[in-house]
């Protein structure tokens, strides 16, 4: 996984390939904004294990987009409100 950041004055649209899904616009600083992180609950039985995660509209980002995210805003020493921790849920 390379993770590519870029400016760009309106969002192009975009052309996916086999690999991609989807891709979501979402602006630095709603990511940046503590109010927005929150747990997500990912079930693979019998166990369920929380991670922090963003929800932007219908999307939530967390698992290892949100480490890289978490990293770039470390890279450029930017105050980001959650760590990638973590935790099992019983």
Do not use: C, K
């Not at 052309?15 to 927005?36: C, G, I, K, R, S």
């Not at 995210?69 to 760590?83: A, C, E, M, Q, T």
């Amino acid at each position: 996984v390379s993770p590519f950041v870029f400016y760009h004055p309106d969002p192009p649209a975009l052309t996916h390939n086999y690999e991609v899904a989807n891709t979501v616009w979402v602006p630095l600083q709603f990511m940046a904004d503590p109010a927005n992180v929150g747990p997500y609950t990912f079930h693979l039985d019998p166990d369920s294990n929380q991670f922090p995660s963003f929800t932007y509209q219908d999307y939530t980002i967390w698992g290892l987009t949100f480490r890289i995210l978490s990293d770039f805003y470390r890279l450029f020493n930017i105050d980001h409100p959650g760590d990638p921790i973590i935790t099992n849920v019983e």
